[in-house]
């Protein structure tokens, strides 16, 4: 009998907790952000859980003359997850690596030292970076243009493939009979000389036990679609509802279709942010407590920025006023869509609005009790725009138990997800190749 398809699960692990307001609630996390071991139990509640991986964001700045700034990037991500590598078996690590900043020789050992470490449980999460202020960090005076910064990508993505797979740990043959130490024969420089990078090659660290670490990218740009087609296994992606998720999910598979790998499936891993509670009524509270813990002035200024209006003066706890439809809006427009979005899903108040946006900024949020939750993820991963999700629990530890503790059992009890840890790299726990 044929194996019934399950979903993925991983968590993205952010400070306190992905709502703005999560550091200031009594029982928060906030003064453990400087310990490692807050981290490492973090990754245990997951593994325990049988995510299949925790994953660590990244921000090369810090803005502290902003006096709400969540110095959530304490830790290098690379050794935050060797850290966690060490207290567990299972589950998968993955970091963020910008293309715009790092060495590829000096990421690619990196993450290989870490792979062998822990015998293949390592993803790397491909991006290009966001702000002016980390560019000013790496000798820069701004980010290079978007098409430049993309480009830039594809020659990183192309030369990380090349060090990964430059030399297998077969060739370490170190027979003392003979005397021979290596295969030099299948360890041969590969002399890559692009427009951004010249590495002679070989790596000094052998393929990884998983062939070659997963490769996970964000981007939902033309560009950031066409990189993701060509060179990712998985990708995260953000949508609030299945009409954006159906919508992207068509995006990545027409660029796939016109690619020269189209028979490939790329795994989609939407950000999911969750309340969870016995009843519903118990879920939507803890919403409203989290929510009446934003710093409003803050919350409000944010919102005039997406909304390209004024919000300062909007009633709090009325419904949000009437906004100009998509076609007359002159400012970015995808975060737009998302706000027009949420007002009609679920025709809040400025409070509420404001909640959403300060706990994923417009990732698919479920409220409501496990068996709530467990159905629309359901609705997502029968109708194929998801082949797991992305947690964003909005505070940390308390949402991430809520979902190992109510939302995994439900999961499993229909079939959805593993009882327990069945391969052992993370490549084999998302099925891939």
């Known amino acids: 009998m044929t ?32 310990d490692i071991a807050y981290y490492q139990s973090l990754a245990q509640i997951a593994e325990r859980g049988y995510f299949d991986a925790v994953f660590f964001a990244d921000n090369q700045s810090f803005q502290g003359i902003n006096s709400n700034a969540m110095p959530a990037f304490w830790y290098d991500p690379l050794i935050n997850l060797t ?26 050992r ?45 020659e990183f993505a192309e030369l990380m493939n090349k060090l990964f797979l430059s030399w297998d740990r077969a060739d370490f043959i170190h027979d003392r009979k003979t005397g021979k130490l290596i295969n030099p024969e299948n360890i041969q420089p590969f002399h890559h000389e692009g427009d951004y990078f ?19 990218q964000a981007g939902a740009s033309q ?3 066409a990189l993701a087609a060509k060179y990712a296994d998985a990708v995260y992606s953000v ?12 995006k990545l598979d027409d660029q796939l279709e016109q690619s020269d790998v189209h028979k490939r499936q790329i795994k989609v891993f939407p950000g999911l942010v969750t309340y969870v509670g016995r009843t519903r009524e118990e879920a939507l509270a803890k ?27 909007w009633a709090i706890d009325e419904k949000v006023p009437p906004l100009p439809p998509v076609e ?6 995808g975060r737009y869509e998302t706000i027009l979005e949420i007002i009609r899903d679920t025709d809040p108040t400025v409070r509420e609005l404001l909640g959403y946006l300060s706990a994923g900024g417009g990732h698919l949020t479920l409220i409501g009790t496990a068996e709530e939750i467990v159905d629309q993820m359901e609705v997502w991963f029968e109708a194929g725009v998801a082949d797991g999700f992305n947690l964003m629990p909005p505070t940390l530890p308390g949402s991430l138990e809520d979902f190992v503790e109510f939302v995994i059992p439900e999961m499993q009890k229909r079939g959805l997800f593993r009882k327990g840890y069945e391969t052992s790299t993370f490549r084999g726990h998302l099925g891939l190749e």
């Open 198 to 216: 010249k590495v002679r090659g070989p790596s000094t660290t052998p393929k990884s036990p998983q062939g070659r670490p997963v490769c996970m």
């Open 83 to 108: 850290a966690i590598s060490q207290v567990t078996k299972h589950v998968g690590l993955v970091s963020t690596i910008s293309s715009t900043f790092s060495n590829p020789f000096t990421a690619a």
């Open 110 to 154: 990196q993450l290989l030292s870490i792979d062998h470490i822990t015998n293949g449980r390592v993803g790397w999460n491909l991006v290009t970076s966001m702000t002016d202020i980390e560019a000013m960090n790496h000798s820069l005076d701004k980010l290079p243009p978007h098409a430049e910064r993309y480009k830039k990508a594809a």
């Open 3 to 34: 194996k019934a398809k399950q979903m993925h699960i991983g968590v993205l692990l952010y400070g306190c907790g992905h709502h703005q307001a999560a550091w200031m609630m009594p029982d928060s996390s906030v003064e453990r952000l400087g």
């Open 328 to 333: 007359e809006f002159t400012g970015p427009i």
């Open 239 to 250: 949508s609030w509802n299945i009409k954006q998720a159906q919508a992207y999910r068509q």
């Open 223 to 225: 560009y950031g679609i």
């Open 287 to 313: 919403k409203q407590a989290l929510d009446a813990k934003l710093p409003l002035e803050t919350a409000l200024e944010q919102l005039s920025i997406f909304v390209q209006q004024d919000c300062s003066k």
